[in-house]
């Protein structure tokens, strides 16, 4: 039930009929509202029950019904006058929750201005309570801190525990762990508290039975099936540059493979070119309405430059081990495809992979970049010397 109540965020942002790269949308559907964007920062005031999903997500204000919240950061300010269910990334939670609070993410966090008047329910790597719990509190982590008062039972599952100074537990302290800990009275009486040895295998069985409730990490197929699209995508991409502009495709190819360095540097001022039309754009006012236009374009360059990049790149490495200078359109795409399916091979290594990626798209768009300032400037044609000989390149 809700994960289909997250997938009616999709359907209300679908039926809103506003580009899904537009700073924020919103949808009303009877007491329900729905935000939806990249980076969504709102102060709310609804009625109802309201959704907010976003790459970055703020929710200030106060929502009268239950208030769920999805992204990869996710920031809680506002009041929640039902229940709250927030997960993402990281999830750090603010604000006061009249009944339940549900959330899960890899790290979790709620602040000392936090109150929970229900049940708190948090799931993560690594989970932190400083926010006030009147009812009881359910953990399931490889690493939690408490350091507020809970004031009915609190049931701990993790590798690590550590308690900090405002920590207090009103009711029944079970906790399990691969060994015991050493629970301090201010934080619960020994005839209060109960261990349960669990190994590391127990934690990582009870944190796939409480996903089941929650929305779930892609799994391997998921993140497969992606790679697959995306591969697919990229050399269909490449087969219709191939096709429709060959030559021009291979000059800018050209460009990469005989002065790379140059290239870069082009690439980092058609970039800052692109970015830089943004504010310019706004600033105009009478712009305002082509600032999703530029967005846009920032976005398809961003993907042309990365092709292109990957391209020139693997077709220098395939000339380079003496492969044919000039091979067939299959070939191309061929040696095209295994350079996109590396690159994100080495997405999994971490800080080489954002390296790997960025260089190929300032090469790319660098190529593209010089390509546009040649139809620019123009061609003044072959340079002769007084004589009238002609000068070589």
Known sequence: MLLLRYALTLVAVLGSGSPLWS????AQNGSDTFFSGSVVSETIDTRGDTFMSARSAVARGVSQGDLHVTGMDVSVQADTAEDLYAFGGTVIIRSAVAQDLTAGGFSVRTESSSETSGNARLLGNSVTIEGRVEGALL????????NA???????????????????????????????????????????RVVFERASDRDVWAALGEIRQDMPVLPTFATMLSAFVISLL?????????????????????????TAPGQTMLLGIIGLSILFGMVPITGLTLVGLPFVPIALLGILV???????????GVAMRIWTGFGGDQNPGNIARVLVFAAAIAFVALLNFIPFVGWVANYTLVLLGIGAMTHAVFQYLIGNPGRAFDIDMKPIDD
């Open 23 to 26: 700073d924020t949308v919103s």
């Open 139 to 146: 953990i399931a982590a490889r690493e939690v801190i408490l």
């Open 149 to 191: 008062p809970i004031e009915g039972d609190a049931r701990i599952l993790a590798k690590s525990i550590s308690f900090g100074p405002s920590a207090t537990v009103g009711g029944t302290l079970t906790y399990s762990a691969p060994e015991r800990i050493s629970v301090p009275e201010r934080v619960a009486p020994s005839e």
């Open 233 to 257: 995508f990229f050399v269909a991409l490449g087969a219709l540059m191939l096709t429709f502009m060959p030559k021009r495709l291979e000059k800018m190819r050209h460009s990469i493979a």
């Open 301 to 311: 360059t961003w993907t042309l430059g990365y092709a292109l990049g990957a391209y």
